[in-house]
């Protein structure tokens, strides 16, 4: 039997893969509950999904990141009074601090659109477009300290097409990052998701 897995989601703006997960939740039988949605930005649309859908939030603001600690002291206070197992960022744009990685040792997902390590940082999607990449992606992975790096837990790729805009470009990466993730969480929940030797991880 699949126990459900609590998840906290991280984010900062639109949210569309926060109601990707949601989705799969209520459409495909993912065995996933979202028990609390943390936004570093009080603007961000994804809050306004996780209160359409019900779930508790915390709206953090640039006021509360000028101590970085202080704010993660109350993101992990919101994740472990929601009982959160794992914490999944989706779109979250702040760094996190050793204080949510150690409390939560291995099990910080982040979703980024690229194949890393390549095109790291913010603008993944126009970096590897304007550096005429024939193959570009997504990456699933651990969450360390620095932004976008940590154990690769799933990656797709895609080719670009002679004929692909920027923009087409980005609606094909959202896509398969709106199935990715999903799927990385039923492997999850599962208890498919493999630790190997020197930090590796693979799911089975
Ligand atoms: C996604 O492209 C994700 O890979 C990146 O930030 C974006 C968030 O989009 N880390 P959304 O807020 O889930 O729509």
């Known amino acids: 039997m699949t126990d459900i897995l609590k998840i906290g989601v991280l984010l900062s703006g639109s949210g569309s893969n926060l109601q990707a997960i949601l989705d799969a939740i209520a459409f495909e039988d993912l065995p996933v509950r979202v028990v609390v949605v943390v936004s570093s930005r009080p603007d961000a649309k994804g809050l306004e999904r996780a209160q359409l859908?019900?779930?508790?939030?915390?709206?953090?603001?640039?006021?509360?990141?000028?101590d970085p600690l202080k704010a993660d002291a109350l993101i992990v206070e919101a994740l472990q009074d929601?009982?959160?197992?794992?914490?999944?960022?989706?779109?979250?744009?702040?760094?996190?601090?050793?204080?949510?990685?150690?409390?939560?040792p291995q099990r910080v997902l982040n979703i980024h659109p690229a194949l890393l390590p390549a095109f790291k940082g913010a603008h993944a999607i126009e970096d590897a477009?304007?550096?005429g990449v024939k193959v570009t992606g997504v990456t699933v992975h651990l969450a360390d300290e620095d932004y976008d790096r940590g154990p690769i837990v799933a990656q797709?790729?895609?080719?670009?097409?002679?004929?692909?805009?920027?923009?087409?470009?980005?609606?094909?990466?959202?896509?398969?990052e709106h199935t990715l993730y999903p799927q990385v969480l039923r492997s999850i929940a599962q208890g498919r998701l493999c630790r190997g030797e020197g930090g590796k991880v693979s799911i089975l």
């Open 156 to 176: 797709r790729a895609i080719d670009v097409c002679p004929n692909d805009t920027l923009e087409s470009l980005e609606k094909r990466i959202h896509h398969i």
């Open 53 to 66: 859908a019900g779930i508790p939030t915390l709206a953090l603001d640039a006021t509360r990141y000028v």
């Open 129 to 131: 477009f304007l550096a």
């Open 82 to 104: 929601a009982q959160a197992c794992w914490v999944v960022m989706a779109g979250y744009m702040r760094k996190l601090t050793p204080l949510v990685l150690s409390s939560f």
